[in-house]
């Protein structure tokens, strides 16, 4: 069962897709949000393969339960269970019995379902191990911080794995007061009850973590659920569409490892002031680009549910870029409107650096191909993401300050891309994220670890 949003689909059908060649019978259910133009393409592509049954679960109306500015998550949590009575007829519905029911962290509440089924039931977190831990301990952080966690002056503690800072907390922690804080406690509180809860990471990428997730006595009986590190599940490359090819083209004729990808994935968009900076940053290095262009927000701060919204959508890359920066960077640079390839383009080898919003799907895809990163964490969990991939992976350059917080000037972003892209310090990371893609194809080889795990969970 997926909840909307790319970043839970996509994950979603390619486990799907890992449990067909284990010869079981798959059904994804999907909940979809009807905002995205990109989900409905993935969900459209994969019930092209007829690989197997995709029931699509129309999202409930909420706009009486939730107020106009909730939070994405207070939204997706009330949308998801909201879909529960649907979730649960349409499971009674399938012409054969189903053995397990898989969910995402989203899906949580459907749970009960699989108890009113006698199913075993477990909990797909589609992000890191570390974000895990952070969800499994959640409940006694509530108990023993009294305030606000970004108001703590000392990091926050959690058994056997990297601290937390608490300016990295995710967007569900940032304020007590707001529903979407106790809609996530909720989820940390059901996700305990799983039979067993599977993650898109792997042993090699967070070695530290997933030991510490597995001793129980370290953890004191807070959980005991295993956990199956099954990554990295990320989407196969798709063939190049006809009107790609003067990208691909441009691509052909850059040199190795040169171009630096920009992308912000499906939900993330800058504010007008930013979007300037990065522009005139890029332009400063005169390092070779390739960035996909959305319309900017009306604030600084990423959004989800408003991607692609803003009043200037329809008047073209040029109404918000400075004024010229088109011409002057001609043939340096390469400018998409909306949505790009983004697998492919990673894949290239003229491609040597991605500054990305660090959306852990975009981070995998980047492993996987050897590239690594400028972190410019958004919103969600994502500033966890940034600091795991400069601080502990070390494959990662950040600005000094949260990008959605400050505005990150032209002069620091000139910086990070000479650091990534010219100096030796780059090359460093480079050499570090080519060895974690090699131990990410090795983890799916027959005696793999995450080949292994899925194995032994099913077993």
């Known amino acids: 069962l997926s909840s909307p949003g790319l970043g839970h689909l996509i994950p979603v059908v390619e486990l799907g897709k890992c449990l067909l060649t284990l010869n079981f019978k798959v059904t994804i259910f999907v909940v979809s949000s009807r905002t995205s133009a990109a989900e409905s393409q993935v969900i459209e592509s994969f019930i092209s393969l007829n690989r197997c049954e995709v029931i699509l679960l129309p999202p409930p109306d909420i706009s009486h339960l939730v107020k106009p500015d909730a939070a994405v998550v207070t939204r997706l949590a009330v949308l998801m269970r909201e879909t529960r009575p649907a979730f649960s007829s349409a499971l009674s519905a399938l012409s054969f019995a189903p053995t397990v029911l898989i969910v995402d962290l989203f899906g949580c509440e459907h749970m009960e379902v699989a108890d009113e089924f006698k199913i075993q039931k477990l909990v797909y977190i589609t992000m890191n191990a570390w974000f895990l831990a952070l969800t499994l301990y959640l409940p006694i952080l509530h108990e023993s911080v009294k305030g606000e966690y970004v108001d703590e002056k000392n990091v926050l503690f959690i058994p056997g794995c990297k601290p937390l800072l608490p300016e990295d907390v995710v967007d569900p922690m940032l304020s007590r007061s707001d529903q979407q804080y106790w809609e996530y406690l909720n989820m940390a509180i059901k996700t305990r009850m799983a039979d067993g809860i599977l993650l898109n990471t792997w042993e090699e990428l967070e070695p530290t973590t997933l030991a510490a997730l597995r001793d129980h006595k370290l953890w004191g009986g807070i959980s005991k659920v295993p956990v199956y590190p099954v990554g990295p599940l990320v989407p196969p490359t798709r063939p190049i569409n006809s009107n790609k ?47 996909v262009v959305r319309p900017p927000a009306e604030s600084n701060d990423g959004s989800f549910f408003t991607t692609g919204n803003s009043s200037n959508d329809d008047e073209g890359v040029e109404s918000y870029l400075p004024e010229g920066f088109l011409d002057r960077t001609k043939g340096v640079g390469f400018i998409i409107s909306d949505w790009g390839p983004q697998v492919e383009i990673l894949r290239h080898e003229s491609v040597g650096g991605f500054l990305s919003h660090c959306g ?10 050897g590239v ?32 959605g917080r400050e505005i990150v000037g032209r002069e620091e972003i000139k910086m990070m891309l000479k650091t990534l892209m010219v100096d030796e310090e780059g090359h460093a990371m480079r050499g570090r994220v080519k060895e974690l893609k ?22």
């Open 360 to 369: 852990w799907n975009s981070i995998l895809e980047s492993i996987i191909n």
């Open 245 to 291: 090819t003067e990208l691909f083209d441009w691509l052909e004729k850059q040199p190795s490892e040169s171009v630096l990808y920009i992308s912000f994935g499906s939900g993330g968009l800058l504010s007008n002031e930013q979007m300037r900076e990065l522009a005139l940053g890029l332009e400063l290095s005169q390092q070779k680009f390739i960035w």
């Open 372 to 403: 690594p990163l400028i972190a410019w964490p958004l919103y969600a969990e994502q500033r966890m993401n940034a600091t795991l991939l400069a601080e502990e992976v070390r494959i990662a350059v950040r600005p000094k300050t949260l990008p």
């Open 438 to 459: 090699s131990s990410g194809e090795r983890a799916w080889n027959d005696d793999g670890s995450s080949a292994k795990a899925l194995a032994h969970l099913l077993r």
